[in-house]
Nanobody, 121 residues
């Protein structure tokens, strides 16, 4: 069964950058849709970005600031986050084996445990 481990979160000042990583084990990410979601305190989990084959998609609040990428040979998924804002503070989750509407959390079969991102001065 595919397992995902997300890392790279931390505390960063507004305007700073972080790169999240998600590594897969007991399976591969080859040709499977993958995505990043986040859950802010008191909020529901929301989609941040997804990638299917070579097609990427971003939520409006992160467009132009975040970039999703994948390295299937290394079984890794990345989220480069630039120009971070306090409203980006959340636990970030990676997900894999998505089907259908990739901005819906329910469409993903496997999830990592999340990594905390805090944007604060």
């Amino acid at each position: 069964q595919l397992q995902l481990v997300a890392s790279g979160g931390g505390l960063v000042q507004p305007g700073g950058s972080l790169r999240l990583s998600c590594v897969a084990s007991a399976g591969t990410l080859d040709h499977t849709p993958v995505g990043w979601f986040r859950r802010a305190p008191g909020e529901q989990r929301e989609a941040v970005s997804c990638i299917s084959d070579s097609t990427t998609r971003y939520a409006e609040p992160v467009k132009g600031r975040f970039a999703i990428s994948r390295d299937d040979a290394e079984k890794k998924l990345y989220l480069q986050m630039n120009s971070l804002k306090p409203e980006d503070t959340a636990v970030y989750y990676c997900a894999a084996r998505g089907t259908g509407e990739l901005f819906k959390a329910s469409e993903y079969r496997y999830w990592g445990h999340g990594t905390q991102v805090t944007v604060s001065s």
